[in-house]
């Protein structure tokens, strides 16, 4: 027979080696779960580079966004809105910019705990102040309830305005920062010809599934 302190002594070692294994178990459940997140970070890391990227350099220094999901979209003649997935309880509040990796998608109008309601750029009720990029020039764009057209209606004949010129937003009204894309002229008038000037927002507004939601430097 063993004796009694050998007997205490396997009993104990068998013990700490069940104990080992549990433990070791554990952390081998612990590391996956910490895996999990590091694989779910990175997605949320690379996503938002990508985003970033995309949109080159129109996110100035000191700017900051949030990422939201489009959870909703309603597209007709008389409302053109998204919902999204963040809301006040992100930080989201009434009047916020709202872009995609193209461009301005428009601007929050409704913000609950945890959805917010996007008016559209393409919204017939919105209008956005818009700087011609190539000349300079400011203007208003309004909405027309079509999702992939803007009009210009203020500009003179004399205008020096062409097809393919990039409109950005100018700052000016203080809702949307400055020099971000927001259309691009696609119909010109000839000159005494009725009609206004026709441009073709940047953003795809119904299809991106990502948008970011933009904050200024102050």
């Known amino acids: 027979e063993f004796p009694a302190s050998a007997t205490d002594w396997l009993r104990k070692q068998f013990g700490t080696h069940q104990q ?17 997140d590091m694989l779910r970070f990175q997605s949320l890391e690379e996503e938002n580079s990508r985003l970033r990227m995309q949109l080159g350099a129109t996110l100035k220094v000191g700017e900051r966004v949030t990422l939201a999901e489009l959870v909703g979209i309603n597209l007709t003649p008389y409302k053109q809105q998204v919902t999204l997935s963040k809301g006040s309880t992100s930080s989201i509040y009434r009047g916020q910019a709202v872009i995609n990796a193209s461009g301005i998608m428009g601007q929050v109008i409704q913000a609950t705990p945890f959805r917010s309601t996007v008016l559209l750029i393409t919204d017939s009720l919105h209008s956005i102040p818009v700087r011609i990029l190539r000349s300079g020039l400011l203007t208003i764009a309004h909405g027309t309830g079509h999702i992939d057209r803007l009009e210009l209606p203020y500009l003179p004949d004399s205008a020096n ?8 937003t100018s700052g000016l009204g203080g809702r949307y920062p400055p020099d971000y894309p927001v259309a691009r002229i696609t119909e010109v008038p000839a000159a ?23 904050w200024n430097i102050d």
Do not use: C, E, F, I
Request: glycine letters at 8%; proline letters at 4%; aromatic letters at 0%.
């Open 192 to 214: 005494g010809a009725p009609g206004s000037v026709v441009a073709t927002p940047m953003a795809n507004l119904s299809q991106n599934r990502q948008v970011m939601l933009v």
């Open 20 to 36: 080992l294994l549990a433990d070791n178990q554990q952390l081998r459940q612990k590391n996956l779960l910490l895996q999990g």
């Open 161 to 168: 305005v062409r097809v393919g010129d990039l409109l950005v």
